[in-house]
Structure formats: structure tokens, C-alpha cells
């Protein structure tokens, strides 16, 4: 005796449909990186560019992230979030990370840079990448060479061991604008 069963295709279209938002989601995610990774390639590249002493530098030192930032600023306040990656230049393990930002007072436009952090120690690095991190306020750091010669030309100390290189359209930032940033892991992306 034969049973039918009207539910197996059902069943199926209902696998074969959760299979191709998988898929689909996957590729979403692929795509997002490669755009990220295409962004610090060119971001480093403009960096080298400016100051070819730098490649030295970042290829030296423990690890670097680079991150992209759109801002936008209408009146009173303005806000704008960014997608980077952190590289361990011991391993080569990348970290997709992203960045928030907030900004208050009197303004209006839209403000378009790139960052350049690099870490001279795994301290730093995974203090970055696995606690995120926070600049609170608004400074202007003017771009400097510390204790470590011109090896880091331009860039800005803004932790212990951690440089920062802010570029604009125009090339590398003379003075580093923070804004209350935050800098954390994108759990979509890793």
C-alpha cells in the first residue's frame, strides 16, 4: 500500500527558500567585505602616497585598521558612521569593525575622511578590536612626530601606542579632528 503525502513539497520549497536566503545573505556579507577591503587598500595606497615613510611604519608595527567615515552634520547636530578592518600583521586575521559618531554645535554639510590607526603593540590591538573604543568630546589634535622619529611623520598619538593618520580629500589631515566616536566589532561582518 502506497501512502501520498501532499506535504514533501512543501517541505522542500520551504528548504530550498531558507537555502537561497543563506545564499543570498552570504554574498551580501561577501560583497560588504571585499568593499571594505577595496576601501583600505586604496585609503593605505593615498596614505603612501603622502608620506611613502609610512608603509615602513605600518608594516612594522603590530597591526593597523583603517576606517571610512561619512558625516553629516544639519544645525544643532550631526552624526556619521563608517566601516573599517583591523589587520593583524602577525597572522594576517582581520577584524570587520564599524564606527559610530556623534557631533553637537552650530554646522552644516557633509564631511567625507578616512583613518589610519596603527598599533605598535598586541596590547593595543586587541584592546581595540575585542573592547572597542571610544573618543568622548570634540579635540583637534595637531599631527605630530613623538619619541619615534620620523617614522610616524604626521600622525597623532592618541593612546599609548596607537598612532592615528587622518586623511581628507586634500591628503593627509595637518591637525586630527575627534569627534565622540566609537569604534567597535560588526558582528555582521565577522
Known sequence: MKIKCHRHPIVFAVILSL???????????ENKQKQIRKMAEDTLALLY????????????????????????????????????????????????????????????????????????????????VNSGWEFSGQSTAAAKVGEKGAAFSGAASVSEGVWMYQLTEKGVAAEITVHSSKYSKDDDLN
Open 19 to 29: 537555502a537561497v536566503l543563506t545564499f543570498a545573505a552570504d554574498s551580501k556579507k
Open 49 to 128: 602616497k603622502a608620506d611613502p615613510k609610512t608603509k615602513s611604519a605600518i608594516e612594522s608595527a603590530f597591526g593597523y585598521a583603517v576606517f571610512s567615515d561619512l558625516g553629516v552634520k544639519i544645525l544643532l547636530a550631526g552624526s556619521g558612521k563608517g566601516h573599517g578592518i583591523a589587520v593583524n600583521n602577525k597572522n594576517k586575521q582581520e577584524t570587520f569593525m564599524k564606527m559610530l559618531e556623534l557631533q553637537a554645535g552650530l554646522g552644516f554639510g557633509v564631511e567625507k575622511f578616512r583613518v589610519v590607526f596603527i598599533f605598535e603593540t598586541q596590547k593595543a590591538f586587541d584592546h581595540f
